[in-house]
């Protein structure tokens, strides 16, 4: 009951018109993951590739500050104003390098940004370290400004961590516009599959294919020993074949099988790191088979 609560802080409870912005914007970015990853176009206009990553971090950033207060403890009711002010400066900053996505590729803004885009580029850094600090915890915060800022001294170091360091203005230009920093491989990841599996996730559970996995599992082996456990692998190797995805095995899977292992007496954390475990296995799996026809884990 205590994880629960504490979970529950975590979160705000949003009403009336802010609870709509939310609504509206999630659609949005969902909106254009589809156009972008269905290669749609309107007049002849499609996103870039960098320009679709800068725009969904415009929409989803600002909605860290409006659902996660500063501090659990604070008022899951009420908004400050400085929250509000946060997601308007995220949203523009990122906002402003998707207009200019082309000039950051063509330019080279990685390496001699206007003035303008680096104030910007800076402003987008901080939030998006502050967003993680919401989500992720201090530790994960500051894990990630150790080696966002190891450029600054990475001159200094000893042996093998030595390297060749920069500038502060060169580090922001390279994290804020840079093809391998906030706009690399996560985020390409998120918005060309994770997306895309998540909603069909939801689909797949809404039509009641989550629940037959679930139900052929139990058939079969939830009255061996350590069915519950048993039935989590299978259940989850089999929503892997369809989804590939990791995470969408977790939610679907998971929010099933979690609760009947730690109700079979399996502690907590033992039954979560059995789904964790086995969609993993199943997700990666069959993305690694679907995608590259060979996986080697």
């Keep these: 009951m205590a994880d629960i609560q504490n979970e529950i802080k975590k979160h705000r409870s949003l009403r009336g018109p802010i609870r709509w912005l939310f609504v509206?914007?999630?659609?949005?970015?969902?909106?254009?993951?589809?156009?972008?990853?269905?290669?749609c176009?309107?007049?002849?206009?499609?996103?870039?590739?960098?320009?679709?990553?800068?725009?969904?971090?415009?929409?989803?950033?600002?909605?860290?500050?409006?659902a996660f207060p500063e501090k659990r403890e604070s008022s899951r009711d009420n908004i400050p104003w400085y929250d509000f002010v946060l997601a308007a400066i995220?949203?523009?900053?990122?906002?402003?390098?998707?207009?200019?996505?082309?000039?950051?590729?063509?330019?080279?803004?990685?390496?001699?940004a206007p003035l303008l885009a680096r104030i910007l580029a800076l402003f987008l850094l901080v939030l998006i370290l502050e967003s993680a600090r919401r989500t992720g915890g201090l530790i994960f915060c500051l894990v990630c400004i150790f080696f966002a800022c190891y450029p600054l001294f990475a001159s200094y170091m000893p042996a093998f961590l030595n390297g060749k360091g920069l500038s502060f203005w060169r580090m922001v230009n390279y994290h804020g516009m840079g093809p391998e920093s906030i706009i690399g491989i996560?985020?390409?990841?998120?918005?060309?599959?994770?997306?895309?599996?998540?909603?069909?996730?939801?689909?797949?559970?809404?039509?009641?294919?989550?629940?037959f996995f679930i139900d052929l599992?139990?058939?079969?082996?939830?009255?061996?020993?350590?069915?519950?456990?048993?039935?989590?692998?299978?259940?989850?190797?089999?929503?892997g074949m369809i989804s590939g995805s990791v995470i969408s095995n977790v939610l679907t899977t998971g929010s099933f099988t979690i609760p009947a292992m730690k109700k079979s007496g399996y502690p907590p954390h033992f039954?979560?790191?059995?789904?964790?475990?086995?969609?993993?296995?199943?997700?990666?799996?069959?993305?690694?088979?679907?995608?590259y026809g060979i996986c080697h884990g």
């Design 90 to 112: 995220s949203f523009i900053s990122a906002i402003f390098l998707f207009i200019h996505s082309i000039d950051i590729q063509v330019m080279g803004w990685e390496y001699r």
């Design 217 to 239: 599992s139990q058939s079969l082996l939830g009255t061996t020993r350590g069915g519950a456990a048993k039935v989590s692998i299978f259940s989850s190797g089999l929503f």
């Design 41 to 66: 176009s309107i007049f002849g206009w499609t996103f870039s590739y960098t320009g679709y990553k800068f725009f969904l971090l415009a929409i989803f950033i600002p909605l860290v500050f409006i």
């Design 24 to 39: 509206i914007f999630s659609a949005v970015g969902i909106g254009s993951a589809i156009f972008y990853n269905f290669y």
């Design 271 to 291: 039954a979560g790191a059995v789904e964790a475990c086995a969609s993993t296995g199943g997700g990666t799996d069959a993305t690694c088979n679907g995608s």
């Design 186 to 211: 996560p985020l390409t990841v998120v918005g060309t599959l994770l997306i895309g599996f998540m909603i069909f996730a939801v689909a797949l559970q809404h039509t009641g294919a989550g629940t």
